[in-house]
């Protein structure tokens, strides 16, 4: 990346970052949203900056809530998503190959998909739901995990309807991004897909998250949660549209 780029990575690495800690799972949707309306890197190197990135924020999170982890939760989640995490890292190299334009409008998809369930609010639950839905829901999450570094979204509004304490369900899903995080960088490393060098100058936004991170915990905006929330979705659900939209009429052959 040239100095221009990267600064403008750095910008949307915070910023990413800063609502990744007040929303819960906004950091992968925003980056590679940001990275495939400018072009600053391939999705799939984009991928694994987001994970890295991801692991930074994650763990900067779990240093003091790891205790409020759910671990029967967990362990159903990550039964699931580990397996579906590879699924979806080869189809992201499959259509990374051969089918650029309908990875982008995969992308675009969940992009779209995820800021209409961020807008939702999760009715909750009488009951602690059952160990099938917490894999299947681990399941999804991994194939976006393994796509694009975003396994947030489903998963997210599965937990939020949980009669759990708001302190056990963000650990529990921070926990797992950063194991998620942990298999996709191992994958990368162990398949030999490293990026090169200039790319991994995005590794510089590592002190970008951790300011982020800190930031938002010690000093959130003066906006209502859902304030936030609406905010978010509007930036998540235009840059969907304006990935998918280019490459949906470059399928059907519109110039």
């Known amino acids: 990346m040239s100095p221009g780029e990267l600064i403008g990575f750095l910008a949307l690495a915070f910023v990413a970052a800063y609502a990744q800690t007040l929303t819960g799972f906004a950091f992968g949707l925003i980056t590679m949203g940001g990275v495939g309306l400018t072009g600053l890197l391939s999705l799939p190197d984009a991928a694994m900056i987001v994970s890295v990135l991801t692991l930074v924020n994650a763990t900067q999170m779990l240093l003091k809530g790891w205790r409020d982890v759910a671990w029967r939760e967990f362990a159903f989640v990550m039964a699931a998503s580990v397996p579906l995490l590879f699924v979806g890292y080869w189809l992201l190299e499959w259509l990374a190959d051969t089918r650029a334009d309908m990875l982008r409008l995969v992308l675009g998809a969940v992009i779209i998909a995820s800021s209409l369930q961020l807008a939702m609010r999760p009715a909750p639950l009488a009951r602690k739901s059952g160990g099938a839905s917490f894999l299947f829901f681990g399941g999804v999450a991994g194939l976006m995990g393994g796509m694009f570094s975003t396994a947030g979204p489903p998963l997210v509004f599965h937990f939020y309807r949980q009669p759990l304490a708001l302190a056990t369900i963000r650990e529990t899903l921070v926990g ?17 897909n490293l990026p090169g060098p200039s790319t991994l100058t995005g590794l510089f936004a590592i002190p970008a998250v951790m300011a982020a991170t800190f930031a938002a915990r010690r000093r959130p905006p003066p906006i209502a949660p859902q304030v936030m929330r609406r905010i978010v979705f509007v930036l998540l659900f235009l840059s969907g549209v304006s990935l998918g939209a280019p490459a949906v009429l470059r399928l059907l052959g519109v110039h």
């Open 176 to 192: 797992v991004f950063a194991l998620n995080a942990v298999f996709r960088i191992g994958l990368v490393v162990f398949s030999g």
